[in-house]
C-alpha cells in the first residue's frame, strides 16, 4: 500500500522494516504485510506535531488505508476458510475488533477530535508487528502442516491436503 499524500515530509525514514521473520510463506499475504508496514512508516513520517499538516494528511490517507487493511484480512480470511484453518474464528474476532477500533478513531477525528499521529502510529505499529507474530504466525504453521511438497520443492495446498 502506498499513501498518497500532497504533503512534503521533511525526511523520510524507516521506523519499521521488513524481515523474512515476518514471512507467512504466502506471497499474497506477505506482499499485503509489507504494505501495511510501508504505510505505518509513511504515517510515522508525517507526525510532524503541526496538527494542521497532520489532520491534513490523515484526511487524505486514511479511507485508502481503512479499505486496504479490509481486503487484507478478507484475503487472510479467505485462506482460513478455504483450508478449514481451526483458529478461524478467534482470528477473525481480533480483526474485527481492530477494525472497530480503527474506525472509532476516524469517527472521533471527523467529530473533531484531536488526532496525535505519532500515537496512532505506535497504535498501528504496535499492533500489527504483534499481530503479524502471533496470531499470523498460528495459521502460517498450519498452512505448512497441511501443505504438500511439490517437485520443485514448493510447498502447496491442494484439496486432498484439507481435512
Avoid at 479499505?67 to 478461524?88: D, N, R, S
Avoid at 507474530?133 to 502447496?156: C, H, N, P, W
Amino acid at each position: 500500500m502506498q499513501a498518497k499524500s500532497s504533503a512534503v515530509i521533511p525526511q523520510s525514514k524507516n521506523h519499521v522494516s521488513w524481515s523474512n521473520s515476518y514471512s507467512m510463506g504466502v506471497k499474497l499475504i506477505d506482499e499485503q504485510h509489507k504494505g501495511l508496514i510501508n504505510f505505518i512508516n509513511d504515517v510515522f513520517n508525517h507526525a510532524s506535531g503541526n496538527e494542521k499538516a497532520e489532520r491534513a494528511y490523515f484526511s487524505e490517507v486514511i479511507q485508502q488505508a481503512v479499505q486496504y487493511v479490509k481486503e487484507h484480512f478478507q484475503a487472510e480470511e479467505k485462506l482460513m476458510i478455504g483450508t478449514k484453518f481451526p483458529g478461524y474464528k478467534e482470528h477473525k474476532k481480533i480483526h474485527d475488533e481492530f477494525t472497530l477500533t480503527v474506525v472509532k478513531s476516524v469517527k472521533d477525528f471527523e467529530a473533531g477530535k484531536r488526532l496525535v499521529l505519532e500515537k496512532f502510529a505506535y497504535f498501528l505499529k504496535d499492533w500489527v508487528l504483534t499481530h503479524i507474530a502471533v496470531m499470523d504466525r498460528q495459521y502460517a504453521e498450519y498452512f505448512k502442516r497441511i501443505s504438500t511438497r511439490k517437485a520443485d520443492g514448493k510447498l502447496s495446498i491442494t484439496k486432498a491436503d484439507i481435512r
